[in-house]
């Protein structure tokens, strides 16, 4: 993995902002029983860049509570939904991903941005960064939680930012602040 200059050394340069929304909670939930503040996260990754379009991709599920808030939180802080409803099959599995739209999206604007940034820990877009490194000329960085991303992914982007390194990103749960303080007392 090469590591490029930071978002402000390239004041101008178009961005375009792809975040896999399910990967991202269920990582901040598992890592820090936390959720992530999404105004920190576009102003980490943008920086001084001119955002062209900054993408969220959700799934709905039909017994979630609050989500339709936290659908409207994500779009405050001027994320664009992709949302799809969750899957049920008859044998009781459930499917819930992006991957495919999300990849398809990325490709279809490769050619109106200078950088892309991949919201996600998931080994699946290694072929995707690929492309838009190789064919599309884009630099490509990847956010993710370091200990739940893919080495792969971390490997084939030009700039991997560890999400876990920026202040203020994980909202702790006051039931998890507590829990923390009985479980590791300093």
């Known amino acids: 993995m090469a590591v490029s200059p930071s978002p402000s050394s390239y004041r101008n340069q178009r961005v375009g902002i ?7 909670y269920h990582s901040a939930k598992h890592l820090f029983q936390g959720r992530v503040n999404y ?14 379009r900054m993408l969220g991709y959700v799934v709905k599920s039909a017994t979630a509570e609050g989500e339709a808030q936290f659908f409207e939180a994500l779009e405050k802080v001027g994320i664009e939904l992709r949302s799809k409803d969750l899957q049920i099959f008859g044998d009781g599995s459930k499917k819930a991903d992006w991957d495919v ?3 398809v999206d990325a490709i279809r604007m490769a050619t109106r941005l200078e950088a892309v940034v991949l919201v996600t820990g998931d080994g699946d877009f290694v072929p995707l960064v690929e492309y838009l490194k190789w064919n ?9 939680f370091k ?6 992914l971390q490997e084939a ?5 560890d999400l876990a390194e920026i202040p203020r990103l994980i909202i702790r749960s006051a039931r998890a602040a507590t829990a923390r303080r009985y479980t ?3």
């Open 18 to 24: 792809f975040i896999d929304v399910q990967n991202l």
């Open 136 to 144: 599309a000329g884009c630099t490509v960085e990847v956010a993710a």
């Open 101 to 103: 739209g999300l990849a």
């Open 157 to 161: 982007a030009d700039r991997f930012i």
């Open 184 to 186: 590791n007392p300093t």
């Open 147 to 152: 200990r739940s991303a893919s080495i792969k």
């Open 39 to 52: 105004a920190e996260l576009i102003k980490h990754v943008v920086g001084e860049r001119q955002p062209v």
